[in-house]
DNA sequence: CGCTACTGCGTAGGACTTAAACAGTGAATC
DNA sequence: GATTCACTGTTTAAGTCCTACGCAGTAGCG
């Protein structure tokens, strides 16, 4: 099933998305691709969430048999590995472009949130180690390379470009989670963050939870338009910025 | 089912862990508490995982059928929320102790941190809006706290401690799941990550990614033990740190 | 002593993943 | 040209899962 036949111990399906492996010539000609039933998952996901992909599924939406997908995939595992890297396909990565290593690293910060707002069931599969695939280490790289010329540490700029992706990757999912809560009926959230400085006065005192209230008391959550954190996610990006930028002037 | 009779709007069983609903007296004595059978899923989640955690699973563990802890639970998702604050729950939050809001902050960080790591299935679980559960909503005035005397503005407090948070969030997911991958016989991630430099270096071209050739020639990769990096995680949320400090000293 | 709300649990239905077995196909080999 | 056999898509079935529904039993209240 997993086969290692070439060196890299990648699953066979990993090693066809590097174009590393060949397909087999024998045999009757075959119904689907790689690349189709990937694509097809991807569409279920836009459609339907994360929650939606299963493999009779996405078979059903080939015209093809749940099993048959198991000839081009040992496992449903990796069915999810490949399809964020073909989101991140899908997406232009635009090329360096010119600035400041400050702004080239803010475009691509805001290249991956844009990403995850498209995507957002990529935030939803679990990451099982550092990126292997073909467009995942492409955009590392990327991000890589917006701290060509800071004189930081090798060491230095992968840890940095951790910290942007991460803060990104968890900003996404908070941002994606709400917006979702907010636009489906589900009637908790959807009943309850209206109203939450209100549900919050009611629910904590202010004896005991202060800062809490001083927030809610300064109409931090009495938003008329809820606009996706987009103000938190700038805020946040800014003060990531500046710490590295600390660090580059120490530096030098 | 999610009932609403007192004012909140929350289900039934929210309301329970907030202590603000009674139950009924009449009836037969209830064999099971909405406490055990947390404590039982949080019990499952630990040695099992997340996706250990089924309705059969946690009411086996209590010598019950899966079908009694729907007379204390609408809905699987209910449960999960409330594992997340039953875990919150059984750590102490130190009080805010002595030091400067840096200081501070950075304990705070520390501690989210270590929650994960003792409790890594929690981040595993979608966050449905923002925290309305007792020692979510008690962790996060921990945290504004701490910004208490700096002259930020209420909504710029939120904003940070939103940044601190989602930056551990994401690093402990990413740190756990590259632990879990160590750690298990996953025959993908196991075998490829100890030699994930010399992995990259056999797909990728010097020519092609010349950055992300530079950071594995420095050794970054060649760690003879894994940390759980330990090292990025501070080196990240120092930046974070100056960042907010940055922005203090201006406002100053 | 009913009444009635509430209890736990058995059954069943409709998902899901995937192991195993099957029959058809067609390139390679003799 | 015949044969071999690796490879194809599919069917069947086993083992999960969540939860709607309904039943029989229990205990506080009038």
Excluded: C
């Excluded at 929650?51 to 995939?73: I, T």
């Amino acid at each position: 099933m997993s086969g290692d036949d070439t060196e890299t111990g990648l699953p066979a399906s990993f090693e066809l998305a590097w174009g590393v492996r060949d397909r087999p010539t024998k045999g009757p000609k075959r119904g689907l691709s790689l690349e189709q039933i990937i694509e097809a998952a991807i569409d279920v996901a836009n459609a339907e969430g994360i929650g939606g992909v299963s493999m009779g599924r996405v078979a059903r939406e080939l015209g093809a048999s749940a099993m048959s997908l198991y000839r081009y995939l040992a496992s449903k595992e990796e069915l999810l590995a490949l399809m964020i890297d073909g989101a991140f396909g899908q997406l232009d990565v635009a090329e360096d472009g010119e600035g400041s290593w400050r702004v080239r690293l803010e475009r691509w910060a805001e290249f991956e949130l844009s990403a995850y707002r498209r995507f957002p069931w990529v935030l939803r599969i679990p990451v099982t180690g550092a990126p292997i695939m073909p467009h995942q280490l492409r955009f590392l790289e990327r991000g890589l390379r917006t701290l060509g010329g800071t004189g930081l540490a090798e060491q230095d700029k992968l840890s940095a470009v951790l910290l942007v992706t991460s803060f990104t990757r968890s900003f996404a999912m908070l941002s994606g989670d709400i917006t979702a809560a907010f636009e489906s009926d589900d009637p908790t959230t959807a009943r309850v963050m209206p109203r939450y400085g209100e549900l919050i006065r009611k629910l904590t005192t202010r004896a005991e939870y202060p800062a809490l209230h001083a927030v809610i008391d300064a109409g931090t959550f009495d938003d008329e338009e809820f606009d996706g954190l987009e103000h938190d996610f700038r805020f946040g990006l800014e003060r990531v910025l500046d710490g590295i930028e600390a660090l580059i002037n120490r530096r030098a």
